[in-house]
């Protein structure tokens, strides 16, 4: 199945791209960060990493779905 990741911030910056679409086998949300941190070299811990699908924020242990949009937000720092 396909599943479309979007990356923002510094996440955007080490993956090298803002998007793509991932061929998976059916996997978690935390599976998938887990996946994309080896391959795309990432570089934080995945419990850093929050994840959305569809517009909204879900457990680690959501399964995902073919077409399922996926957005990986770094932790924010501000003041």
Request: zero cysteines; aromatic letters at 4%; glycine letters at 12%.
């Amino acid at each position: 199945m396909t599943v479309h990741v979007r990356y923002f911030a510094v996440l955007r910056e080490r993956a090298g791209r803002e998007r793509e679409s991932v061929e998976i086998e059916p996997m978690t949300a935390r599976e998938l960060v887990d996946r994309l941190i080896r391959e795309r070299g990432l570089g934080l811990p995945s419990p850093l990493i929050r994840i959305a699908v569809g517009g909204a924020f879900v457990e680690d242990g959501s399964v995902l779905a073919d077409g399922d949009e996926i957005v990986l937000l770094p932790p924010v720092a501000g003041g």
